[in-house]
């Protein structure tokens, strides 16, 4: 059975750090990239970072380059994203993506991506 688990999520002050974690497992990790969407009440998903774990590009919005970092532990299965400089407008459910094509995540091509952990929230207080 596939799962990806997210953890990390929480309240955190405008300014503040927070790291979120994706824990696979029931596919060939190496084989599939990693990503991390968010949904924000009334609003499309939107792709955030994602790492590819066969060649480790990897790829962020322009609405979070230079705040946000991905890493990938492949001996554990976990991807990582390293939330730095949070803003009020960073507010939202926090989605770890797997999918076989690396580019359909940078597409954010939310609608086709082959599975989903449950979302972790993120609230970053003014």
């Known amino acids: 059975e596939v799962q990806l688990v997210e953890s990390g999520g929480g309240l955190v002050q405008a300014g503040g750090s927070l790291r979120l974690s994706c824990a696979a497992s029931?596919?060939?990790?190496?084989?599939?990239?990693i990503g991390w969407f968010r949904q924000a009440p009334g609003k499309e998903r939107e792709g955030v970072s994602c790492?590819?774990?066969?060649?480790?590009?990897?790829y962020y919005a322009d609405s979070v380059k230079g705040r946000f970092t991905i890493s990938s532990d492949n001996a554990k299965n976990t991807v990582y994203l390293q939330l730095n400089s949070l803003k009020p407008e960073d507010t939202a459910v926090y989605y770890c993506?797997?999918?076989?094509?690396?580019?359909?995540?940078?597409?954010?091509?939310?609608?086709?991506?082959?599975?989903w952990g449950q979302g972790t929230q993120v609230t970053v207080s003014s």
């Open positions: 029931g596919f060939t990790f190496d084989d599939y990239a």
């Open positions: 993506a797997a999918d076989g094509r690396f580019r359909r995540l940078v597409r954010s091509d939310y609608r086709n991506i082959d599975y």
């Open positions: 790492i590819s774990n066969s060649d480790g590009s990897t």
